[in-house]
């Protein structure tokens, strides 16, 4: 099973690379795959690696770097309130492509760090 691994962790990436998700499903994914991680975690790793925004109203967006790279889009959404006002929110999600790469990148990572 060992050795079918990393087929398993691709064909899991390209069958969910057909629609962007959330940052916390791509957590549970690679956890799913044996890497400890979580939404808060990978939220934060994002950051410091430099992939999401760190601070200011743009905080957790994407970089332009990432968004270059086509890692991540943006969804926004319109509400209404009840008072008739109408706001606007943003969600970062991570692309098929994003999936993959990250998914390769920290799979891969924690495997050569655990020496398979």
């Given at each position: 099973?060992?050795?079918?691994?990393?087929?398993v962790?691709?064909?899991?990436?390209?069958?969910?690379?057909?629609?962007?998700?959330?940052?916390?499903?791509?957590?549970?994914?690679?956890?799913?795959?044996?890497?400890?991680?979580?939404q808060?975690?990978l939220?934060?790793?994002?950051?410091?690696?430099?992939?999401?925004?760190?601070?200011?109203?743009?905080?957790?967006?994407?970089?332009?770097?990432?968004?270059?790279?086509?890692?991540?889009?943006?969804?926004?959404?319109?509400?209404?309130?009840?008072?008739?006002?109408?706001?606007?929110?943003?969600?970062?999600?991570?692309?098929?492509?994003?999936?993959?790469?990250?998914?390769?990148?920290?799979?891969?990572?924690?495997?050569?760090?655990?020496?398979?």
């Amino acid at each position: 099973m060992e050795i079918d691994r990393p087929k398993v962790i691709f064909a899991g990436a390209v069958s969910a690379s057909k629609t962007s998700i959330l940052i916390g499903d791509l957590a549970k994914i690679l956890k799913q795959n044996g890497y400890e991680t979580g939404q808060q975690r990978l939220f934060k790793q994002l950051r410091d690696e430099g992939y999401l925004m760190k601070s200011g109203s743009s905080r957790n967006m994407p970089t332009q770097k990432a968004m270059q790279l086509g890692l991540f889009e943006v969804k926004e959404t319109t509400i209404s309130n009840p008072d008739g006002s109408i706001r606007t929110t943003k969600t970062p999600k991570v692309t098929g492509k994003g999936q993959i790469y990250f998914i390769n990148r920290y799979i891969k990572a924690d495997d050569q760090e655990a020496g398979h």
